[in-house]
Each structure stands twice: as structure tokens, then as C-alpha cells.
């Protein structure tokens, strides 16, 4: 097994990842892209998260998404994550931050304005360390902290 010292220690419990190095960059394989992707502290997150997603929560992985573009007013931007409901409609919505990367209100402003496309349900923050969820309340025009998101069911 191969160890990355630039690889922290998250609050998650501990998962098994498959990790090879190429080219002296190491990689870790994506479940979701079905590859391997360079192992950024951004894309540690991101795989934590999926694996929560598919072991604590149950989501089934054909629900979810990573790291695809969407547009806001003309310009590309990309989501780290997104739910699915099985209607295709998006259930929740993922920012993941790098570790280091203190979470702010610019942070929830930047998922705030991926939803506006999306039309999630419910969002997902976490720099791997703090994590937040809110539930959207579209008539009242805010969100909603939570302690957590539900657990998949159909």
C-alpha cells in the first residue's frame, strides 16, 4: 500500500482507498469516473465524502455525481458532488474544500450560486474537517442548518 505523507487525517472514519503513483504524482481511483484522478487534499475530500455517502448514508452509486460542469449566467463553473433523486432531479448538492481551506460565508455563496442552477434539495459543505448541511427552503429564499442529511431511502 502506498502512504502520502500530504494526505491528513479527516473526520470521517477511516476508509480504504486504492492509491498508485504515476509519473511521482500520486493517485487515487474515483468509484464514480471509474479512474484514477491525481490525489489533490481537495480530491481527499471528495473520495472521504463518497465513501461516506455510499457507507454511512446508502446512497446507491449509480445516484451519484462528481466534478461535472454546469453553467451559471454564461460561465462554466463545476459541481464537486451532487445526489441524485431517481427522478434525475438533484437531491443534494457537495462543495468539498481543501483541508487547509477555512470554510466562510464566501463558501456558502459559492454553493448558493451552483444551486441556483441545480435546485438541490439540500447542500453539502466540508473541507473534510467541518462539515454543514442545509435543506433549501426556496420560499422563504434561505437555507436551513442541519445536523445531518437523511439517510437514502426510496
Known amino acids: 500500500m502506498i502512504t502520502f505523507e500530504t494526505m491528513q487525517e479527516l473526520n470521517f472514519p477511516p476508509y480504504a482507498f486504492r492509491l498508485k503513483s504515476s509519473e511521482n504524482k500520486p493517485l487515487i481511483f474515483d468509484p464514480i469516473r471509474k ?4 490525489l489533490t487534499p481537495e480530491e481527499w475530500v471528495r473520495q472521504h465524502v ?7 448514508y446508502k446512497y446507491p452509486l449509480s445516484l451519484i455525481n462528481v466534478e461535472k460542469e ?19 432531479s438533484i437531491f443534494l448538492i457537495i462543495e468539498c474544500k481543501a483541508p487547509k481551506v477555512k470554510i466562510t460565508q464566501e463558501t456558502f455563496d459559492q454553493i448558493a450560486r451552483y444551486n441556483l442552477a441545480v435546485k438541490a434539495e439540500y447542500l453539502m459543505v466540508t473541507n473534510g474537517l467541518n462539515h454543514y448541511y442545509c435543506q433549501m427552503d426556496y420560499e422563504a429564499k434561505k437555507y436551513i442548518f442541519l445536523r445531518d442529511i437523511p439517510v437514502y431511502s426510496l
Open 70 to 88: 454546469l453553467k451559471i449566467n454564461n460561465t462554466s463553473k463545476r459541481y464537486d458532488g451532487v445526489i441524485f433523486n431517481p427522478d434525475g
Open 35 to 38: 479512474k484514477f484522478v491525481v
Open 50 to 56: 463518497v465513501k461516506h455517502l455510499l457507507s454511512v
